[in-house]
């Protein structure tokens, strides 16, 4: 059992290093925007990788080994070392690639540690707009702004945002599978749930997804075929700003279902959700 001051150092040196990571990955990405890469494809024809998403990768390994030598790593693009501290990290050093290479401006790198299954710290850099989304368990989520001296805190209550939000005014994000068949059902949701709220956004980005839904710009967001990568880091923040996350029925959110919501609307856009057989 630690102590309330040695839990509040370890959320620390975690918040620290995920923050650390994540600007040295996002520097190595803006600056290789600019300079060319190499294009391949992952899962399918349709699922981009470049060479920077394994550069960013291994700028985010470099930091974590010499902050937290002892921690466990698991990176999208093959990171996989064992630790003995209890601690594990999930990297994604580049969310949205496709994103990244058509030069739109929605992609990210997103790392979460955690312990035991349960994350603690989580971090979303958003090298394109100079934001990073920060929140470590129980201390709630904040927004830093590169050139801003302090952070804003991040809260979703029955009171912010849209007042009153309904479902119907709602505005909801999304992502699709680059899988064919899978592409084929998210669409048979998507068209259950576009008629019942304001609009729906696909940003590209799962872990900017959840951010937005944390900072208030969209008021819900679900998708189905995310990792523990992509989600962890948002998932926390969004948690953090007091917004509703999970996924099918009363399960934690996971590769079937990730979804997340203002309080406000959480209720009814779960039963949608239901509904929609999503």
């Not at 992509?230 to 923040?237: N, T």
Request: charged share 20%; hydrophobic share 45%.
């Amino acid at each position: 059992m630690t102590s309330p001051s040695e839990d509040d150092a370890l959320l620390d040196a975690l918040a620290a290093a995920a923050v650390e990571a994540a600007l040295a990955a996002g520097h190595v990405l803006w600056a290789g925007r600019r300079s060319g890469y190499q294009v391949a494809t992952k899962s399918s024809t349709t699922d981009m990788v470049t060479a920077m998403d394994s550069a960013a990768e291994a700028a985010v390994v470099e930091v974590l080994a010499r902050l937290r030598p002892d921690d466990a790593v698991q990176g999208e693009e093959g990171t996989a070392t064992e630790g003995t501290s209890g601690i594990c990290w999930v990297v994604d050093p580049l969310d949205g690639t496709t994103n990244y290479l058509y030069d739109v401006p929605a992609w990210s790198v997103s790392l979460a540690a955690g312990r035991d299954g349960v994350t603690l710290a989580g971090v979303v850099r958003d090298p394109t707009h100079a934001e990073t989304f920060t929140a470590t368990t129980g201390r709630g989520a904040w927004l830093w702004t590169d050139g801003e001296a302090e952070p804003r805190r991040l809260r979703r209550d029955e009171q912010s945002g849209r007042v009153p939000l309904q479902l119907a005014t709602a505005l909801v994000g999304t992502g699709f599978s680059y899988s064919s068949d899978r592409r084929a059902e998210q669409a048979a949701v998507l068209t259950h749930i576009l008629p019942r709220v304001r609009d729906i956004r696909r940003l590209g980005s799962a872990a900017l997804d959840l951010c937005a839904v944390a900072a208030g710009r969209l008021d819900a967001y679900y998708e189905s075929g995310t990792h523990a990568w992509d989600r962890d880091a948002g998932l926390l923040i969004a948690a953090e700003a007091g917004c509703w996350v999970g996924g099918r029925g009363e399960e934690p959110a996971s590769i079937e279902l990730t979804a997340a919501a203002a309080p406000a609307i959480a209720a009814d856009f779960r039963r949608l959700l239901a509904a929609a057989g999503a």
